[in-house]
């Protein structure tokens, strides 16, 4: 069906007078007269009573003007839509982050966005880095914040601030007491520490810093999040080494040291994909470069 004729139905619905509904839509009245009744002639029903003094819906007529003005406002809707999404202006970003990127930069970078554009959609998925780097290769996620990239193919990524390393503690620890403390202090404790698979670069550098020293952790649990690591110090069932940037999971029962000793610089990333559709991926990209650029 024309688009137009529903138009031109709708003006005659509203002003319920032939000339007055011609003179809104800027034409004569003798092409708008045949157009409604070349639209009767095609639903096969009759859609106004008219005669020499009014015209009026018939009932038909009533229920194909609530239909006819309900598809023209979605049709217009979706034109707008179209146009701000071809804009960069509406539309969703799968962003993915590890445990430990919840603070700092990220959340910065996320407020300044959502004040910009507060019409797309952001889906925040928590992933180690590992399911990061697989998710941006499947393109289930857009840009995720993680600890270690690959070069790959469709892939672009930007270093981000580097953090540095810094011990976990149960708050009644002897070792709690003090400010800063060194490595090998911790050489006979038990630790706490996320599986390799999850993260091997990062897991492989606390490891070589720790054997620098001579300490080589005896690990008595695993667990994949931050957060979850913290909570088993708290527990008392162990120390850990964790970045800097998990020092604002702040709970009672832990307390977070910093060391004597000179630490390798934690590396922080944020990739992306290069062949996505999102039309907003790269005003995300802009915010996330400007903030990391001061």
């Known amino acids: 069906m024309d688009i137009r004729k529903l138009k031109y139905f709708i003006a005659v619905a509203e002003e319920l007078h032939f000339h007055r509904a011609a003179e809104k839509l800027h034409m004569t009245q003798p092409p708008l007269t045949q157009q409604i009744q070349a639209l009767e002639?095609?639903?096969?029903?009759?859609?106004?009573?008219?005669?020499?003094?009014?015209?009026?819906?018939?009932?038909?007529?009533?229920?194909?003007?609530?239909?006819?003005?309900?598809?023209?406002?979605?049709?217009?809707?979706?034109?707008?839509?179209?146009?701000?999404?071809?804009?960069?202006?509406?539309?969703?970003?799968?962003?993915?982050?590890?445990?430990?990127?919840?603070?700092?930069?990220?959340?910065?970078?996320?407020?300044?966005?959502?004040?910009?554009?507060?019409?797309?959609?952001?889906?925040?998925?928590?992933?180690?880095?590992?399911?990061?780097?697989?998710?941006?290769?499947?393109?289930?996620?857009?840009?995720?914040?993680?600890?270690?990239?690959?070069?790959?193919?469709?892939?672009?990524?930007?270093?981000?601030?580097?953090?540095?390393?810094?011990?976990?503690?149960?708050?009644?620890?002897p070792l709690a007491k003090l400010p800063a403390l060194p490595v090998s202090a911790l050489r006979s404790e038990p630790f706490i520490f996320f599986p390799r698979k999850h993260g091997l670069p990062f897991h492989d550098l606390i490891m070589g810093f720790c054997a620098e020293h001579d300490v080589y952790p005896q690990v008595v649990q695993e667990a994949v999040q931050m957060y979850t690591i913290v909570n088993l110090v708290a527990a008392n069932l162990g120390v850990s080494i964790v970045p800097s940037s998990v020092s604002v999971f702040q709970r009672s029962g832990v307390v977070f040291r910093p060391f004597e000793d000179n630490v390798p610089a934690v590396p922080f990333y944020a990739a992306w994909r290069t062949d996505t559709n999102q039309a907003i991926l790269p005003a995300f990209i802009e915010i996330l470069q400007e903030h990391n650029s001061r």
């Not at 106004?48 to 009014?54: A, D, L, V, Y």
């Open 41 to 173: 002639q095609e639903l096969g029903v009759k859609l106004f009573e008219r005669n020499k003094r009014q015209v009026r819906l018939t009932p038909a007529g009533a229920v194909f003007y609530e239909e006819a003005s309900r598809v023209l406002s979605q049709l217009e809707r979706s034109i707008q839509t179209v146009r701000l999404a071809s804009q960069g202006i509406i539309g969703h970003l799968n962003i993915a982050f590890i445990g430990s990127a919840e603070g700092g930069i990220m959340v910065d970078v996320l407020k300044i966005f959502r004040q910009r554009f507060p019409q797309i959609q952001l889906n925040l998925l928590e992933m180690t880095s590992a399911q990061q780097w697989q998710a941006l290769h499947d393109g289930t996620i857009h840009i995720g914040f993680m600890r270690f990239i690959e070069p790959a193919q469709n892939i672009n990524h930007c270093s981000l601030i580097n953090e540095t390393l810094v011990a976990v503690l149960p708050d009644q620890h």
